[in-house]
């Protein structure tokens, strides 16, 4: 069969050496086949992935893969066009898009179809982010409805004329509704600061203010779970940062709050503000700002993955503690946006450190 291709260069090089130069700079690996499946051609990244001097060869020498072999089959049986995902699992795990293109007939050399192989596992990768966030979003909110549907039924049959029992569902049922109305809250702020996350803050934010602002704000919780919270600024004044007032006050609302639910009753919660030098190359000076709790802390496999939507490290301490899951994941958008950023540090049985970053303004 060899022969064949040979043959068949006689009318030239199939493709030419222009365009197998233009094949070779192009990231998709790619195959141009002759009617009986032997490779004419492959280009450097198609060498790169199934090895090179396949040429002359039939191409299932390049690729044993059943639904990749029909789809050449059906285009060389007069299929214009079939383009499939394809799932490699070696070297590494990726999806391709297969497509396979049939080569009109006059003056190809012999030349009968381009298989490529392109590359997707980023969409595929954001494709499956997007269906486990839109799971887990139903998820989250199923549990307080079916709650609350439970309850309902309760209340119209066996708690009907049960008042102690009646009021204490319905406190139930205003708790779980609440829930329901902090994920909405925690979503639509999450949505909000992905737009606007390429757009940096320009204002100018006098942090220590903020801090103590949402301190003074969360004095109901401080007391309900038993914490102090000290504050320790320097004594000069310290230079305003560049951002958006209302989502750093949603930062530190959010990591004072954790420190204050997560750390053991009695303790204190320990928020330090500093000016620290950088080397970023985006702003020399920052401003550090530590949130410092003594609790059980986190273990160190799931410091990488907090501040993904939804993970929580003690699932049902979080939803006892009223918690969304998403707290961190808002938290980490909005440090970007600032060109912050966010360091975790924990010791098992000690305590955690979430230090927030933040380039000075100018
Ligand atoms: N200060 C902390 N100490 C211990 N664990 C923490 C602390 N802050 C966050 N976590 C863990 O990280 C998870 C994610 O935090 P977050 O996104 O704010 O969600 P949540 O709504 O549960 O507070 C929490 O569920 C908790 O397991
Ligand atoms: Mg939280």
Redesign the pocket.
């Known amino acids: 069969m060899k022969c064949a291709v040979i043959g068949n260069r006689e009318h030239g090089q199939v493709p030419t050496s222009e365009i197998a130069a233009i094949l070779n700079g192009i990231d998709a690996a790619v195959f141009v086949i002759d009617g009986d499946r032997h490779i004419l051609f492959e280009n450097k990244a198609a060498e790169e992935l199934f090895g090179g001097g396949l040429e002359g060869e039939n191409f299932v020498r390049a690729l044993r893969h059943p639904d990749c072999l029909m789809a050449i089959d059906s285009v060389l049986g007069g299929k214009r066009k079939v383009q499939i995902p394809v799932v490699l699992t070696s070297p590494v795990k990726t999806t391709y898009r297969l497509t396979v293109t049939s080569v009109p007939e006059e003056d190809t050399g012999g030349a009968a179809a381009v298989v490529s192989f392109d590359d997707i596992s980023h969409i595929s990768e954001a494709e499956q982010m997007r269906s486990d966030f839109i799971a887990n979003v139903s998820h989250e909110l199923r549990s307080p409805l079916t709650a609350l549907s439970g309850f309902i039924e309760t209340l119209r049959s066996s708690a009907k004329d049960d008042v102690a029992a009646r009021n204490r569902f319905l406190d139930t049922m205003k708790r779980e509704a609440h829930r329901m109305n902090r994920l909405i809250d925690d979503l639509l702020s999450l949505s909000k600061v992905e737009v606007n996350e390429h757009v940096r803050p320009t204002d100018k934010v006098d942090l220590p203010a903020v801090i103590k602002k949402v301190t003074s704000g969360l004095s109901p919780m401080v007391e309900r779970e038993k914490k102090t919270i000290r504050l320790e600024t320097p004594e000069q004044r310290l230079d305003p940062v560049a951002g958006d007032e209302d989502q750093l006050t949603q930062v530190f609302q959010?990591l004072i709050e954790?420190?204050l639910?997560?750390?053991n009753p009695d303790t204190e919660v320990v928020i330090g503000i500093a000016e620290v030098e950088s080397r970023d190359k985006l702003s020399d000076r920052m401003l550090a700002v530590d949130i410092a709790?003594r609790?059980?802390?986190?273990p160190a496999k799931h410091i990488p993955r907090?501040t993904e939507r939804f993970?929580?490290?003690?699932d049902s301490r979080?939803r006892d503690k009223g918690?969304?899951?998403?707290?961190?994941?808002i938290v980490k958008h909005i440090v970007n946006r600032h060109r912050g950023r966010l360091q975790i540090k924990s010791e098992q049985g000690v305590g955690?450190t979430?230090t927030v970053l933040l380039p000075i303004e100018g």
């Open positions: 959010n954790n420190a639910k997560y750390g709790d609790g059980p802390g986190i907090l993970y929580r490290v003690d979080s918690g969304t899951g998403l707290g961190l994941a955690s979430f």
